[in-house]
C-alpha cells in the first residue's frame, strides 16, 4: 500500500521539478549519538552493533570509518535468569553466550563513553507460513517472486518481518523493502502474498543491477525467514523502513524513526527478539 | 474571564440603546432602498450613504441594502462608493422614502480607480482593523500567473497574509493555519480554494463581483475559523443587457456569459474556466516516453440566478462546480493512478425587508469538497477517499433603528459530514478487508447579536457576541484501545446519539477613537471557536489533507486575538498609512504524531493519530498606499513571529511553525502611461519558510538512515520575485462606430460613453485587451524544496552527499486576451 502511494510520487516530482541544481545548504548542528542496532534470534545468539551517527555533510573513506565505530562498550543482555557480558568480535560487533528462547524477555545494557543506554524486546512465538513457493511473472520466462500463504492466527495481535536468501548466492538473509507488516486487516485470515527480492545494501552483484534485480530465478534455491517480532520492533522498521523508501521525497513527512532504547531523545537504534520459521524451497518453472 | 466580558458587552449594549431612544419627541422617517451600479444593476455593497447635515452615514450591507432613520426635514445625502461616482442627493424628509439609486462607474467618467480600496476614509473612519476590499476588475491589470489574474494571489501581496510558497495550496494569516480561514462564496464555504497545488485559486475572476477579507477584528456575524474571513460575492448578472467576456491564455481560457431574463428584474450569469492538458504536460513527456498518458486539467463552473419578485423580496440561487484531475501512468511497472478533487457549492438566499429599518437574509446553502485517489497495477486496485458535505441554514438581520446604529443579529446551523480517508483495496479477486466506511457527523450551530455604534463622533464601538455549540453526533464507532495499541473494544453511537458537545461564547470587539481629521486610533479583541479541523500529513499541503471535526479527543481550537493601530491619512486620502501590531494565542492546535502513517486511519478511529499542542504569533504590519494618480499602488511590510509547542513533538521544545516567517514584504506598483497602456510591476520578498532537514545518519543492517534535526529548525534561503506586466487597451473602433460617436457627442453632457449606452446602435462592440506578463521577472530559483543525493558508498569509502534544491518556477512569461461585447 506504502508501495503504491510511493510510486507515483516519482510521477509528481518528474511533471514538477522543472529546475534543479545543486546548492551548498548549511544544515542546523548535529548531536553526536550511540547507535545501537541489536537482535537475537530464536534459538541464536545475541548480535549488537554499535556506531555512532555521522555529520550529514561529512567526508567519509575507510580510513576515518573507525572513527564511526564504537569497540569499547560494556554490553550485557539480562533474560531474566541470567546476565551475559557480551566481547567484542571487532569492527563494533558485539555477541554473546545466551541463546534466544521463545516468549522470554530480554533486556540491553550498554556503557558506552560513559552513558548508559538500555531497551528490552521479546521473542514472540514464530507462525508457520502454511506454504511457499516459486512463481515466474507471467511475461518473463525464468523470473519471478516467491509466494506464500499465512493463517493468522486470529486476535493476538502478530507483527511479522520476512527475510529470503539465496543458497549460493546471498551472504545472508535480506529483508526486501516493505518487510515487516502487521495482522490489523488481515487478522484471523488466511491469504497469499508474494515478495521480491531484497537487495543487500551497497550490493553491486550485477544481477543486482540488470534486469534481474527484485527477482528471483528458476533453479535458485532460497530460504525463507519467517519471523515475528514485538510491538515496540515493529514501530521502529515500519518507521525505518518508510524513511529508506520515502528518501528524498518531499511529500512524506520527516520524521524520527522511533526507537525502542531509552533515553529516547539521546540513542538510535532498536533491540529486536525475532521468533523464527524458516523453510526451503527451490524455484522451478 | 470570557463569561464576565460577554455579560459586561450585553449590558453595554442594553444601555446604549436605551440611552439613544429617550430623546426629545420628534418625528422620525427612514430613507431606505438599494444601491445598484448602473450599467449591470449588480448590488453596491459597501457603499457608503452620508448625510452632510448631521455629519453620519452609514454603510449599505452586502445586498446594497441601506436604511437611515432621521427627525423631519430637508437633508442632502451624499451617496459615495470606491471607483464609483458619487452622487448628491436633496431629500425633502416629511415621510418614509424608498430610494433606489445607481452610481456610476467612475472610469466611464475619466476618474482613476483603485485596485484594493476601502470606503472612501474608511482606512481612518471605520472601525475594522485588517479588512480591505478588492476590485476584481481591477487586479486584472497586474501580473498574472501564467495569464490568470487571481483573487488568492493577490491578497497575498497585503500584509498580514502570507502566500505559502510557490506550488503550496493556501494562505496564511498572522500566524494562523492554512484551516483556520474562512472562504465564503456566496455564503458557501469553499474548503478547498486551490487548483494544483496553490498555482491558481478556484475563483474565476470573470464570475465574480467583490472580495472581501478580514483579518483582524472578526465581526460577530461571521465565526468558525481562528484567523480570518475572505467573503467572495459573485456577480448577480447584468439585468440590463447581455454581455459576453472571456479571455485565452498561454494555460487556461474562460468563458463568461450573463444577461437579463427579464430586464430590471432578472438575471443570470454563467461562467467557466479550463486548462489545456496539452501545455502543461507536453513539455515534459515526449510520446514515446512510458510516462505519456500522464496529464493534469482543471474546470470550473459558476452559475446564479437572481430574481427580484417585488421590492420587498430578492431571490438568489447560486452554484460553483470545480474538479482538478492528475493521471500519471507509467507503462514500465503497469501502473495507473488518477486523482480527481474539487468543490462543489450551492446557495438559495432569500432577501426580504420587513420594514425599512429591518432587513434580512436568509440562505440554505450546500457544500461539498470531496478528494479521490485511485491506483492500479496489475491485479492490485487500490482507492483512498475523503471529503467533507455540509448542509447549511443561516438567517442574519441587519436592524437600523438610528443613524448611530447598526445592529446585525442571526443564527447558522451546519449539519457537517466528515469521511476522512478511507481505503479500499483488492487483489485479484480477494477483497482486502479495510473496515467500513467511516463517516462523522456533527451539528454546528451559533447565534450572534452585534452592534456598530457611533458613541460620540469620535469614538465608534462594534460591540458584538457570538455563542456557538458544536456536537458530535452518531452513527460513531469509538474503539477502546490497550496499551499495546490493540482495539480490545467498541463504543457505538446510534444515528443521532450525542458523542460530545462544546459550545462557548465568542466576544467580539473593536474600537476606532478619531484623533485629529485624518487619524485614528483603533483596537481591538475578539476570541474565536473552530471546531473542525485541517490535518496535513507533509510539510507540503495537499490535497490530501483531510478534515476532521471535534470529538472526544481533538478539542476545539480557541484563539484570542488582541491588536492595536494607528491609521493615518495624506494628502487629502491620497496617501493612506497604517500600522498594526496584533498578538494571538491559540490553544488545541492539531498536528499528526511522528510516525504516523495513512493506513493507520483505516479500522480505527482517525483521531487516534493526532497529537496536540499550542501556538502563539505576534508581529507588527505597515502599510502605505497611493490611492490615486496615474502612478498608484501599495507597499507592505510584515515582522512577525510564530511559534507552536506540542508535549509530543520536538520533545515538547518550542519549535518554529512552517510558516514562521521574520520579513515580508510587497510592493506593488501600477502605472496607467495613457488611455491605450497600463503598467505594473509587482515585487516580493519573504524569509524562507522552515523545514526540518537531516543533520546526520547511521547505520542500520547496513543501510544509512537519516536522522532529523529539531523540527523546523532549517530555514530556506529568502523568496523573492519580480512580476512585471503590461496591458493593451486597444481601440476597437470600426468605421460604422465614428458616426455613432458624433451622436453621442450631442446626447451625453460626458466626454467618454460605452457604446452600448446608445441603444439604436445595432452592431456591438467588442472591447479587448492584451495582458502580457512576465512572472520571475530576473529568474531566480526560489527554493521548493531540498533533497539530497548519495553517490559512492561508506563500504567503498568515497561517499558524497550533495544536496540537490528544486524550484518550481524559472521566469514565466504569459499572454492573455481578453474580450468583452
Known amino acids: ?285 | 474571564m470570557v463569561r464576565t466580558i460577554s455579560c459586561f458587552l450585553g449590558l453595554f449594549f442594553s444601555l446604549s440603546l436605551w440611552g439613544q431612544e429617550k430623546k426629545p419627541d420628534a418625528k422620525k422617517f427612514t430613507i431606505s432602498g438599494y444601491i445598484k451600479e448602473e450599467s449591470s444593476g449588480e448590488a453596491l455593497l459597501g457603499a457608503n450613504v452620508y448625510v452632510l447635515e448631521i455629519k453620519k452615514g452609514v454603510i449599505a450591507n452586502q445586498y446594497g441594502f441601506y436604511s437611515i432613520t432621521l427627525d423631519e426635514g430637508n437633508y442632502t445625502l451624499l451617496i459615495s462608493f470606491i471607483g464609483y461616482e458619487d452622487r448628491n442627493i436633496p431629500i425633502k424628509l416629511d415621510k418614509d422614502i424608498r430610494l433606489n439609486l445607481s452610481l456610476k462607474d467612475a472610469a466611464i467618467v475619466g476618474g482613476e480607480v483603485e485596485i484594493v480600496g476601502e470606503k472612501v476614509d474608511q482606512n481612518v473612519k471605520g472601525t475594522e482593523m485588517g479588512t480591505f476590499n478588492i476590485q476584481v476588475e481591477q487586479i486584472k491589470t497586474l501580473p498574472a500567473f501564467m495569464g490568470e489574474v487571481d483573487i488568492l494571489k493577490t491578497i497575498q501581496l497585503l500584509p498580514g497574509i502570507q502566500s505559502a510558497g510557490d506550488g503550496n495550496a493556501g494562505f496564511y494569516v498572522r500566524g494562523g493555519g492554512p484551516d483556520q480561514n474562512l472562504i465564503l462564496l456566496d455564503e458557501a464555504v469553499v474548503y478547498n480554494a486551490s487548483h494544483l497545488f496553490g498555482f491558481f485559486s478556484v475563483f474565476n475572476g470573470d464570475a465574480v463581483k467583490d472580495v472581501n477579507l478580514i483579518k483582524g477584528s472578526m465581526p460577530a456575524q461571521y465565526g468558525g475559523r481562528l484567523s480570518s474571513v475572505l467573503d467572495i460575492s459573485m456577480k448577480e448578472g447584468n439585468n440590463k443587457k447581455y454581455i459576453m467576456e472571456g479571455g485565452i491564455g498561454n494555460v487556461a481560457s474562460r468563458f463568461t456569459v450573463q444577461g437579463p431574463i427579464k430586464v430590471d428584474t432578472s438575471s443570470f450569469i454563467i461562467s467557466g474556466r479550463r486548462t489545456y492538458i496539452d501545455v502543461l504536460a507536453k513539455p515534459f513527456f515526449k510520446k514515446d516516453s512510458p510516462f505519456s498518458g500522464t496529464r493534469y486539467y482543471f474546470y470550473d463552473l459558476n452559475t446564479k440566478l437572481n430574481y427580484r419578485i417585488s421590492d420587498k423580496d430578492r431571490l438568489f440561487l447560486s452554484g460553483y462546480f470545480g474538479r482538478d484531475i492528475f493521471v500519471f501512468n507509467d507503462k514500465n511497472l503497469g501502473f495507473k493512478t488518477e486523482i480527481p478533487w474539487g468543490n462543489s457549492t450551492g446557495s438559495l438566499r432569500w432577501n426580504h425587508l420587513f420594514n425599512d429599518k429591518l432587513f434580512m437574509n436568509t440562505s440554505l446553502i450546500f457544500s461539498n469538497y470531496t478528494f479521490e485517489l485511485r491506483a492500479t497495477q496489475s491485479q492490485f486496485e487500490f482507492r483512498l477517499f475523503s471529503g467533507i458535505r455540509d448542509f447549511n441554514g443561516k438567517v442574519d438581520l441587519t436592524y437600523f433603528p438610528n443613524p448611530n446604529h447598526k445592529i446585525n443579529f442571526g443564527s447558522n446551523y451546519i449539519f457537517h459530514t466528515f469521511t476522512p480517508t478511507n481505503a479500499t483495496a483488492r487483489s485479484g479477486e480477494v477483497e482486502f478487508n479495510l473496515g467500513d466506511v467511516v463517516k462523522l457527523y456533527a451539528h454546528d450551530a451559533a447565534i450572534y447579536v452585534s452592534d456598530d455604534w457611533e458613541v460620540t463622533d469620535l469614538i465608534k464601538i462594534n460591540a458584538g457576541i457570538r455563542y456557538s455549540n458544536f456536537t458530535q453526533v452518531g452513527p460513531f464507532k469509538r474503539y477502546i484501545k490497550d496499551q499495546q495499541g490493540k482495539i480490545m473494544d467498541s463504543v457505538e453511537y446510534r444515528r443521532g446519539e450525542k458523542v460530545i458537545n462544546y459550545g462557548g461564547p465568542e466576544p467580539r470587539i473593536s474600537m476606532r477613537w478619531i484623533l485629529t481629521e485624518n487619524s485614528s486610533f483603533k483596537a481591538g479583541y475578539t476570541r474565536n471557536l473552530q471546531y473542525i479541523h485541517l490535518a496535513s500529513l507533509s510539510s507540503v499541503s495537499l490535497p490530501t489533507d483531510v478534515w476532521m471535526p471535534s470529538t472526544e479527543l481533538i478539542k476545539p481550537q480557541i484563539g484570542n486575538q488582541y491588536a492595536v493601530g494607528y491609521f493615518r491619512n495624506f494628502r487629502k486620502d491620497m496617501f493612506e498609512t497604517s500600522l498594526e501590531v496584533y498578538y494571538k494565542d491559540m490553544k488545541n492546535q492539531v498536528e499528526y504524531k511522528e510516525g504516523a502513517q495513512p493506513e493507520d486511519n483505516v479500522k480505527d478511529n482517525p483521531d487516534n493519530s493526532f497529537t496536540f499542542g499550542n501556538g502563539w504569533s505576534y508581529g507588527a504590519e505597515l502599510f502605505l498606499k497611493k490611492r490615486y494618480g496615474k502612478f498608484h499602488g501599495w507597499i507592505g511590510y510584515t515582522l512577525s513571529w510564530t511559534y507552536r509547542e506540542f508535549p509530543e513533538i520536538n520533545f515538547g521544545k518550542e519549535f518554529p511553525a512552517k510558516y514562521d516567517r521574520r520579513h515580508d514584504v510587497s510592493v506593488v506598483t501600477s502605472y496607467d502611461y495613457n488611455k491605450k497602456w497600463t503598467f505594473s510591476v509587482v515585487w516580493v520578498y519573504a524569509t524562507g519558510n522552515a523545514a526540518t532537514l537531516p543533520v546526520a545518519f547511521y547505520l542500520i543492517e547496513g543501510n544509512m538512515v537519516s536522522e532529523f534535526g529539531e523540527r523546523n529548525s532549517y530555514r530556506f534561503k529568502p523568496y523573492h520575485r519580480l512580476d512585471v506586466s503590461a496591458t493593451l487597451y486597444p481601440d476597437h473602433v470600426k468605421k460604422e462606430n465614428r458616426k455613432k460617436r458624433r451622436l453621442e457627442k450631442r446626447y451625453t453632457k460626458k466626454g467618454k460613453t460605452l457604446t452600448e449606452e446608445i441603444w439604436f446602435q445595432k452592431k456591438k462592440v467588442m472591447e479587448t485587451s492584451w495582458n502580457f506578463s512576465v512572472f520571475n521577472a530576473y529568474n531566480r530559483y526560489n527554493p521548493y524544496f531540498i533533497y539530497f543525493e548519495t553517490s559512492g558508498s561508506i563500504y567503498e569509502g568515497n561517499l558524497q552527499i550533495g544536496a540537490k534544491q528544486v524550484s518550481l518556477f524559472p521566469i514565466l512569461p504569459s499572454v492573455t486576451w481578453n474580450f468583452k461585447f
Open chain 1, 1 to 285: 500500500m506504502k508501495k503504491i502511494i510511493g510510486l507515483f510520487i516519482p510521477g509528481i516530482l518528474i511533471f514538477l521539478s522543472s529546475c534543479t541544481k545543486s546548492v551548498d545548504v548549511e544544515l542546523p548542528e548535529y548531536t553526536p549519538k550511540i547507535c545501537i542496532d541489536a537482535r537475537i534470534e530464536q534459538n541464536g545468539k545475541p548480535l549488537v552493533f554499535i556506531t555512532k551517527n555521522a555529520p550529514y555533510f561529512g567526508s567519509f573513506d575507510f580510513n576515518n570509518l573507525s572513527n564511526f565505530l564504537v569497540t569499547n562498550a560494556f554490553v550485557t543482555i539480562n533474560d531474566g535468569i541470567t546476565i551475559d557480558t557480551l566481547t567484542h568480535l571487532g569492527f563494533g560487533f558485539y555477541t554473546g553466550n545466551l541463546t534466544g528462547i521463545v516468549n522470554r524477555y530480554y533486556t540491553l545494557n550498554v556503557v558506552a563513553e560513559g552513558k548508559t543506554y538500555f531497551g528490552s524486546t521479546r521473542i514472540p512465538p514464530p507462525v508457520p507460513l502454511d506454504s511457499i513457493w516459486f512463481k515466474a511473472q507471467e511475461t518473463l520466462d525464468s523470473l519471478g517472486f516467491v509466494w506464500a500463504i499465512l493463517s493468522d492466527p486470529p486476535g493476538q495481535g502478530q507483527n511479522y518481518r520476512w527475510f529470503a536468501k539465496r543458497l549460493n548466492k546471498d551472504a545472508d538473509f535480506i529483508p526486501p523493502l516493505g518487510s515487516v507488516f502487521d495482522d490489523k486487516f488481515i487478522d484471523g485470515q488466511t491469504f497469499d502474498f508474494a515478495y521480491n527480492r531484497g537487495i543487500a545494501p551497497n550490493s553491486s552483484a550485477p544481477d543486482d543491477l540488470n534486469q534481474e534485480r527484485g527477482y528471483f530465478k528458476v533453479e535458485d534455491t532460497i530460504a525463507v525467514k519467517f519471523t515475528t517480532i514485538d510491538r515496540d520492533a515493529y514501530i521502529f522498521f515500519r518507521g525505518y523502513e518508510t524513511a529508506l523508501f520515502s528518501d528524498g521525497n518531499p511529500f512524506a513527512a520527516p520524521t524520527s524513526i522511533k526507537s525502542n532504547l531509552y533515553p529516547q531523545n539521546e540513542v538510535l537504534g532498536v533491540f529486536v527478539g525475532y521468533g523464527v520459521w524458516i523453510d526451503t524451497l527451490i524455484s522451478r518453472r
